[in-house]
């Protein structure tokens, strides 16, 4: 069975070993993402040839490789986008071991918080004083469980000022949720003041409902029936009401093949298509 706090680390092990490909193939650069991983996985990392480990993760999860570089590309560039005067403040919502808020210069002007699993935020500080000697002043690590706290009490009680217009990160999250957790912290992004930007992905309804496996029957099989890590899923159809009904405009809705056509095509390189996660990009009204 698999650990809902330790999916956090799996897209980071992605963009460390996507960085042996030399820079023009590269879907995304990130020089931090190898050394802020646990000094055993960079171990074990050590015996996995790099085309090898792109070849048997896509084998068993057709896509996950060219998926999950190309929505942390998309984030990125949209961050960097809107840290230009659209957005005061940034929360990543489930950061996991992502590197972003150390690396991305844009961002270092910025408060950013980034939330998990209590477990998650104690490792991420604990490699943070490892590798940078600290957690960066503009960075606060905050603990929470979203099925089971209120994300703004808890922010709030981090620092985080709600009067300010924030960039939300809620990157490979919602299918781990229950729909009384995604829906709280919905109720928590209603509360955002206008203008804010919300980036999120999130997992077709009718594969988390075992309705179509889009020829993803081992993910179905191990994080939906049997571990019960994913839960929650939308239907793409409904996305948009869905987020009007917080205050929510949705500005882009992508799936992988257009991501595939801005941040894979120009690397030459040829992967796999990712059915069933969808990014959306959003602002509030
Ligand atoms: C697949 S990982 C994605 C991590 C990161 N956003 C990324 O894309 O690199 C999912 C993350 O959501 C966090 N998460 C899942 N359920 C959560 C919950 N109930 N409360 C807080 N965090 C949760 C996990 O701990 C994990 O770090």
Redesign the pocket.
Known sequence: MVK??A??Y???VMVAIEQRFPESTRIISDDLAARILPAATRLRMLLWPRDLMVRITEKKVPGVWGG?LC??RYIDYRLAEAAGGQVETVV?L?????TRAYRLPALARLPVFE???PE?INAKRSRLMKVLGEVPAHVTLVP????REDPGAVLASNGYAAEMRTFF?W???TQ??TEE?VRATMDFLAKAPAGSRLAFTYIRKDFVDGEVFYGHEYIYKTLVLKGKNWRFGMDPENVADFLSGYGWRVLEHLGFDELAERYVKPTGRKLLSMPIERMVYAEKL
């Not at 489930?94 to 992502?98: K, N, Q, R, S, V």
């Not at 929470?144 to 099925?147: L, V």
């Open positions: 809902t706090a999916t956090g799996s897209p980071t999950i929505r942390k990543n489930g950061a996991g071991i992502d939330v998990d699993l998650n929470i469980d979203f099925d990160i990157e490979g999250v781990y949720l957790g």
